[in-house]
Every structure is written in C-alpha cells, then in structure tokens.
C-alpha cells in the first residue's frame, strides 16, 4: 500500500472530525485536489467511509493494526529529535560518514 495512504489514515484515525483539507495538502506535499482523489479512492477500498465526515472503517483500522500504526498519534511521530543526529555538529567539525574509510582502500 502507498505510503501516502497509510499516513492519512493514520491522520484521520488520530483527528478524527477535526480533519482538514488544507493541513493534509500542507503536510503531504498534495493539492486539495489530491487529497479528495486518494480519499475518494480510501472510500472506494472501503478503509474509511463518509457519515457526516470521513472517518476510519473496521478496515481500514485492521489495516493500522496490521502495520502496527493503530495506536500512533499523527503528531507524536515526527520528533524533531533522531537517533542520526544525536550529536550536533557546528561548521567547524569535520562529518566522516560511517564506512568512510572502507571506500578509500
């Protein structure tokens, strides 16, 4: 399954009626145009359905479960903080990449 379509479930299982078009375009690099598209298509797979609002089906949370997402808050999962850039460097640190050194010989 796209990748796109499982963080707006993800999305739409932590808002919940409090969706907006206008944050989803923002934050998935889509247009509102997009957006409507892929959920059009969410419906049609029948991982989220329409009452009023969309909102996640028997599906579409077996789905977040399958991929172990069904608790994960949409907020939550973009820390600032990775375990890549544990130590931060100033311009005048030298960066040698892991591996670096085997690329040489």
Request: glycine content about 4%; charged content about 30%; hydrophobic content about 35%.
């Amino acid at each position: 399954m796209d990748y796109k379509k499982v963080l707006l479930l993800v999305y739409l299982n932590t808002v919940k009626m409090s969706y907006s078009y206008n944050e989803m375009s923002k934050n998935f690099g889509l247009s509102n145009f997009q957006v409507e598209q892929i959920l059009k298509q969410l419906n049609r797979e029948k991982l989220i359905i329409l009452h009023d609002y969309y909102q996640l089906s028997q599906k579409g949370k077996e789905l977040l479960e399958d991929y172990g997402m069904e608790n994960v808050d949409y907020y939550n999962a973009f820390d600032d903080r990775s375990i890549l850039n544990a130590k931060k460097l100033s311009f005048e640190d030298i960066y040698i990449p892991i591996g670096f050194d085997k690329k040489m010989k």
